[in-house]
């Protein structure tokens, strides 16, 4: 969507390591998390459940 991980995490309020380690998916993210990450994109939720 051509935003950088540290812009996503700050519209988002997560930390910029977090969002990271979910797009390696070395984390699980949770429902909370996921809501803040589709909001900062404005996207709906099942668009990043989404391959």
């Not at 979910?22 to 668009?47: F, P, Q, T, W």
């Amino acid at each position: 969507m051509g935003i950088s991980q540290e812009d996503l995490a700050t519209l988002a309020g997560v930390h910029r390591t977090y969002v990271s380690q979910i797009e390696r998916e070395l984390k699980n993210v949770s429902i909370d998390s996921l809501r803040k990450l589709a909001n900062a994109l404005h996207v709906d939720v099942h668009v990043l459940l989404t391959r």
